[in-house]
């Protein structure tokens, strides 16, 4: 975390621009006054170690330089909500669909639903988000009229910790798009794990004893085979919770991805920061919760 605080520090610094360049040109009087402000008229190493004490000591991300009286904490909590809403739907979504499809198809090795469904998985990894939610939007949006095109349209349904919920209508489009690829590499993933698992020796001990193939699967071999598939889920999990740019922009959605650039165009530096550290956070505390879910899964594994 140390060296992600570091870095992004300074790159943001070397960036050419300034936050305070805009369509109408400052005064120096006020320029300087602006900076002085912001203490960014101070020399770089001194800003640098007050930045580094805030975050550590406080957890203080700094105030945003573009938005007037809004610190970045602000607008994390306001944009934070879609991104995780979207995220979580997605991954849940590509685990249970990616999962049953790479089962299918190791069981039926080598036969027509294996050859669809790699074929559907190599398509999905192909293809990028740009060109899926645009077709999507097409067919089941301005063709079909099924689904609305754009927005995020709340319900009246208000969760404790979540907050209030969107239609569901609203999220179809962008959770599957985020989903198609996710479920393209978690079928994959799944598959080679079980054709590795369904050829180990104590899966033929289990069907020797005259255990039904269902049980054998649900019991034996399911366990086993996601075992890669834990490991991928921790920084997958951490892309998609804090948004997709491509989605958000195109179904104009208020998260996260699509505020990180607008961030880094207008040079808002402590907001592209703290975007910076929240994400390098979430991969670090997620592929800790993928460890510890490895060590539970994988006998052989063993924490001291």
Same mark, same amino acid.
């Given at each position: 975390?140390?060296?992600?605080?570091?870095?992004?520090?300074?790159?943001?610094?070397?960036?050419?621009?300034?936050?305070?360049?805009?369509?109408?040109?400052?005064?120096?009087?006020?320029?300087?006054?602006?900076?002085?402000?912001?203490?960014?008229?101070?020399?770089?190493?001194?800003?640098?170690?007050?930045?580094?004490?805030?975050?550590?000591?406080?957890?203080?991300?700094?105030?945003?330089?573009?938005?007037?009286?809004?610190?970045?904490?602000?607008?994390?909590?306001?944009?934070?909500?879609?991104?995780?809403?979207?995220?979580?739907?997605?991954?849940?979504?590509?685990?249970?669909?990616?999962?049953?499809?790479?089962?299918?198809?190791?069981?039926?090795?080598?036969?027509?639903?294996?050859?669809?469904?790699?074929?559907?998985?190599?398509?999905?990894?192909?293809?990028?988000?740009?060109?899926?939610?645009?077709?999507?939007?097409?067919?089941?949006?301005?063709?079909?009229?099924?689904?609305?095109?754009?927005?995020?349209?709340?319900?009246?349904?208000?969760?404790?910790?979540?907050?209030?919920?969107?239609?569901?209508?609203?999220?179809?489009?962008?959770?599957?798009? @985020?989903? *198609?690829?996710?479920?393209? +590499?978690?079928?994959? &993933?799944?598959? #080679?794990?079980?054709?590795? %698992?369904?050829? !180990?020796?104590?899966?033929?001990?289990?069907?020797?004893?005259?255990?039904?193939?269902?049980?054998?699967?649900?019991?034996?071999?399911?366990?086993?085979?996601?075992?890669?598939?834990?490991?991928?889920?921790?920084?997958?999990?951490?892309?998609?919770?804090?948004?997709?740019?491509?989605?958000?922009?195109?179904?104009?959605?208020?998260?996260?991805?699509?505020?990180?650039?607008?961030?880094?165009?207008?040079?808002?530096?402590?907001?592209?920061?703290?975007?910076?550290?929240?994400?390098?956070? @979430?991969? *670090?505390?997620?592929?800790? +919760?993928?460890?510890? &879910?490895?060590? #539970?899964?994988?006998?052989? %594994?063993?924490? !001291?």
């Amino acid at each position: 975390m140390f060296l992600v605080v570091t870095l992004a520090f300074f790159m943001m610094r070397a960036a050419p621009g300034s936050p305070f360049v805009n369509e109408r040109q400052l005064s120096p009087e006020v320029e300087k006054a602006v900076m002085a402000k912001y203490g960014m008229d101070r020399p770089l190493a001194e800003q640098y170690f007050t930045y580094v004490k805030g975050v550590v000591l406080h957890g203080d991300l700094g105030p945003s330089l573009k938005y007037k009286d809004k610190s970045v904490g602000d607008i994390l909590k306001e944009n934070a909500r879609v991104s995780a809403i979207l995220g979580l739907s997605a991954i849940l979504l590509a685990s249970i669909v990616g999962v049953t499809l790479g089962v299918l198809a190791a069981l039926r090795q080598n036969r027509s639903i294996d050859y669809a469904t790699m074929a559907l998985a190599i398509i999905g990894v192909c293809i990028p988000t740009f060109v899926t939610a645009p077709l999507l939007v097409l067919a089941f949006g301005s063709k079909l009229g099924w689904l609305p095109i754009a927005g995020w349209d709340e319900t009246t349904i208000v969760l404790p910790i979540i907050g209030a919920l969107p239609r569901l209508a609203n999220i179809v489009l962008p959770v599957t798009v @985020l989903a *198609l690829p996710q479920i393209a +590499i978690i079928s994959r &993933l799944t598959r #080679a794990g079980m054709i590795e %698992v369904l050829r !180990s020796n104590y899966i033929r001990t289990a069907r020797a004893k005259g255990l039904p193939e269902w049980l054998i699967v649900r019991r034996h071999a399911l366990r086993a085979a996601i075992l890669p598939l834990v490991s991928y889920l921790g920084p997958a999990c951490a892309g998609l919770l804090t948004g997709s740019l491509v989605v958000e922009k195109i179904f104009q959605l208020p998260g996260l991805g699509k505020f990180f650039v607008i961030s880094a165009l207008q040079r808002d530096y402590t907001v592209v920061m703290g975007m910076v550290i929240v994400y390098a956070a @979430l991969i *670090l505390v997620l592929n800790l +919760i993928a460890d510890l &879910l490895l060590a #539970a899964l994988d006998p052989r %594994v063993r924490l !001291s």
